[in-house]
C-alpha cells in the first residue's frame, strides 16, 4: 500500500537557527516514523533575506530584479541543506532541492513569479528511494532556467502548490501560532482555536483581513482538494485543519481588518471605478449601493494609486474598520448584530450581506469592542458543537 | 571581427565587501571599455565559506558530502549576484550563472570534484548579447543535477577550464599579489616581478612549492593554449603573463619547497616504494639514486600514510628543505651551484637534475641563505634581458 504523503512548510521563524533547525528536524521525523513519506519546505533562517537585501541595497536602491533572485534564493539554499544535514546525522536520509531541482517552473515576473508547473519526477525519484526531500520555498526557474523568486507569502505557495502536484494527503503549515482562531486573539482574548474550518469559510476569513493563512494558499488548497493542517512549530498539539466545503457552525469565525477605507462615487461611476481597480490590481472586499452614490471597500494602502488616476470622481473617502462574521448563518443576522451592537452604543453606518458571511463597517474606534461584543454572543457556544478533531497523520 | 575573450577570476578577498566589489567592477569595465568580451568567475566573500562550514559542523562534525555542497556553494551565488547588480547599476550589462547554469558538468565526487565538461552555450548567448557573464567559481553540477564543489583551488579551476572551452584570448587571475616573482619575496627579498614565464618552467615552479597558482590551473591552461595573467586586484598593473613554451632566461625562476621530506629505501624496493605512493595519491618531487640505497622526497603531511603501509622497508626518514632552480641552463649549473654553496659553508647534500630545473636538497636551516645566494648570482642580472612586457589587454 502507498504511504500517505504530507508535505510540511516551515518558516524563517522556525529554522532561525542550528538549534530552532534540529527542533523542526524532530516535526519531521515524528511524521517519517507515523508512517508518512514526507516533503518538506523551508524558507531562509530568519534575518537572512534582510541581511542580503541590506547588501543589495547598499549597491542599489533598486537593485537589478533577475539578480536580486539571484541573491535572495542563497537565503533557502542556506536553510535546506542545513536541515538536511541534520536529519541525515539523526539516521534520517533526506536530501535538498533547489526550486528549479524540484521541477518547480514560474513565470519570468522576477521577484513576484507565479508557479506555472511543477515536474515532480526528481521530488519522487528521492521519494521512492526513502529519503526525506527538502525544497527551498519561495522559488523557482523560469523556462530559461533563471532563478526567479514568488512574491509574499511564497514559501506557503511552494507548499501548497507541491502538495497539489505532488498529490499529498495533506499540507501542514508551521507557523508562530498553534492553529486557526475563531478570531484574532490579540483582539478577542476568549478566541479559541478551531479544530477544524471549512475551505469557504477559511478563504472569506482570508479574504477578510484574517492572516494566519495567505488567500492564494488557500483558494490554491481547496481547488486541489489538499487539506491545509496549521501548527506551531514551537507547541506540541494537531493544530487547526482546513478541509471540505461544508460549514457547519452557525457562526465560525470573526475576521478584523483595520487597515481599509471606503471610498464614495456617484452611482454612474461604480462600474468605471472597478474597472480602474481592476487595472491597478486593487482587491475590493465590499460594495455599498446606496440611492445616491456606491462606497468600495479598499486597503488603506491602495488609495493614493486610486486616487492618482480617479480624483476627480471620487465624493469621498474615510478610514473605516471591517468586521465579518463567516459562517452558516452569518449573513442572516444583519438585524440581530446591528441591534446587538446599538444596544452597546455603536452604531453600524453600512452592512454587507454575502453568502455566509456579513460584512460590519465600523468606526475604526469601535472595532475591538464590537468584536468582542459579536464573539461571546455568536461564537463561543458553537465551538464544541461543531468541530470535531480530526487529528489524521500525527500519531 | 570578433572581439577578443577575456576570462577575469577573483577571489574571496576581491570581493571581501560591498566596496571591494566596487573596485572589481572597475577592472572588469577597464577590460569591457577595452574593447573585450568578459567573462568574470568569482568566489564567495571571505569569511563566508567560513560562516557556512562553521554552520555546518555545529550539526555535524563530518557534514554530509551532498549537502555540503548545497550550502556552500549559496556563497558564490551571493558574491555573483552582487557583482552582477554593481556592473548593472553602473550602466554595464551583466548576468550572473551557478556552475550549474553555466553548463560546468562534474564527475560526482562531492566536496573536490572534477570539471568533465562545460556546456558553453548559455554563456555564449548572453556574452552575444553583449552582457558582462558572471560565473560562480568552485561549483558546478553533476550528471544527476546535483549541486558539486571543486576541490582545493576550485575557482581558478573554474576559469582557467572556463577560459578553455571558451576559447579565451587570456585568463586573468586576480589575487593580492601584483604577478608572478622569481622567488618568493619573503624569503628572498630582492626577489622581482616577472613580466613574462613560459608554461614548462611556471609548471616546474608550482611543482616544486611555487603558490602563486595551482598546479591543475596551469596545467589545464598550457593544455588548452590559454594564456595566464596574474594581477593584484588592490594595485594596478599588468601582472606577469605565463605564455609559450620557450624559456629564455639562463635561470627565470626559484622555487622553494619547506614542508618535505626524504624517505630512504634500500634500492631494491624503489619499484614498490613507487607504486605504493600512486596508490596512495602521493606526489614524489624527486628521485636520488645511490649505490645502495634510493631517496624520494614527498611532502612531510604524506609521510605517515607511507609509513604506514611501508614501514618495514624504511631505512631512514628526514626533514629537508628542497631549493629548485628553473630555466633554460638550470641543470648545468650543478657544480657551480654546489661550489658557491659550499663557499658560504652550505652543504649540498643530495642534488637532482631534471630538463631545465635543478633541485637541490637542503637542510632546512640553510634553505633561507642558500635561496638568496642563487637568486642573486644566478637569476638578479636576466630580468631585464630575457623578459620582454606584453601588456596585452590592458589597454
Redesign the interface.
Same mark, same amino acid.
Given at each position: 500500500m502507498k504511504k500517505p504523503l504530507i508535505v510540511q512548510k516551515f518558516g524563517g521563524t522556525s529554522v532561525g537557527s542550528?538549534e530552532k533547525?534540529h527542533g523542526v528536524a524532530e516535526h519531521i521525523i515524528k511524521a517519517k516514523n507515523a508512517g508518512n513519506q514526507v516533503v518538506v519546505v523551508v524558507s531562509a533562517m530568519s534575518g537572512e533575506t534582510n541581511r =542580503?537585501m541590506d %547588501?543589495?541595497t547598499?549597491?542599489?536602491s533598486v537593485?537589478?530584479a533577475?539578480? =536580486?533572485d539571484? %541573491?535572495l534564493?542563497?537565503?533557502e539554499?542556506?536553510s535546506?541543506?542545513?536541515l538536511?544535514?541534520?536529519l541525515?546525522?539523526l539516521g534520517y536520509p533526506?536530501?535538498?532541492l533547489?526550486g528549479g531541482?524540484a521541477g518547480i517552473t514560474t513565470d519570468s515576473q522576477h521577484n513576484d513569479a507565479t508557479i506555472t508547473h511543477i515536474e515532480t519526477s526528481?521530488v519522487n525519484q528521492w521519494l521512492e528511494q526513502d529519503n526525506i526531500v527538502i525544497v527551498a520555498g519561495f522559488q523557482g526557474t523560469n523556462e530559461l532556467?533563471?532563478?526567479t523568486t514568488l512574491g509574499r507569502g511564497g514559501s506557503d505557495t511552494t507548499a501548497v502548490t507541491l502538495a497539489g502536484a505532488l498529490h499529498a494527503d495533506e499540507c501542514q503549515i508551521f507557523t508562530d501560532v498553534d492553529g486557526i482562531y475563531t478570531c484574532d486573539p490579540r483582539i478577542v482574548s476568549r478566541a479559541q482555536k478551531l479544530d477544524v474550518i471549512d475551505f469557504p469559510s477559511m478563504e472569506e476569513m482570508a479574504k477578510k483581513g484574517a492572516k494566519v493563512l495567505h488567500l492564494p494558499s488557500v483558494q490554491f488548497a481547496w481547488q486541489h482538494n489538499v487539506p491545509l493542517r496549521v501548527l506551531s512549530t514551537f507547541e506540541p498539539g494537531p493544530g487547526s485543519l482546513v478541509a471540505g466545503e461544508e460549514c457547519h457552525a452557525d457562526v465560525c469565525g470573526l475576521a478584523v481588518q483595520r487597515d481599509v477605507v471606503m471610498i464614495q462615487v456617484d452611482n454612474g461611476s461604480l462600474s468605471a471605478l472597478l474597472t480602474q481597480c481592476q487595472m491597478l490590481g486593487i482587491a475590493v472586499s465590499n460594495v455599498i449601493e446606496r440611492a445616491d452614490w456606491t462606497g468600495i471597500v479598499i486597503k488603506q494602502d491602495a488609495r493614493p494609486k486610486l486616487e492618482l488616476v480617479f480624483h476627480d470622481k471620487i465624493r469621498n473617502s474615510e478610514e473605516v474598520s471591517l468586521l465579518t462574521a463567516v459562517g452558516k448563518q452569518a449573513e442572516g443576522l444583519v438585524e440581530h448584530a446591528q441591534a446587538l451592537l446599538g444596544e452597546e452604543g455603536i452604531e453600524v453606518p453600512f452592512i454587507c450581506c454575502q453568502k455566509q458571511s456579513l460584512a460590519l463597517i465600523l468606526s475604526p474606534a469601535h472595532i475591538e469592542r464590537a468584536a468582542n461584543i459579536l464573539h461571546d454572543v455568536y461564537i463561543k457556544a458553537n465551538i464544541a458543537i461543531d468541530c470535531q478533531p480530526k487529528h489524521a497523520f500525527l500519531g
Open positions: 542550528i533547525i =542580503l %547588501l543589495a547598499q549597491i542599489d537593485p537589478t533577475r539578480e =536580486l539571484v %541573491l534564493s542563497a537565503g539554499q542556506v535546506m541543506a542545513l538536511a544535514m541534520t541525515n546525522k533526506a536530501r535538498s533547489t531541482q526528481m532556467g533563471d532563478i
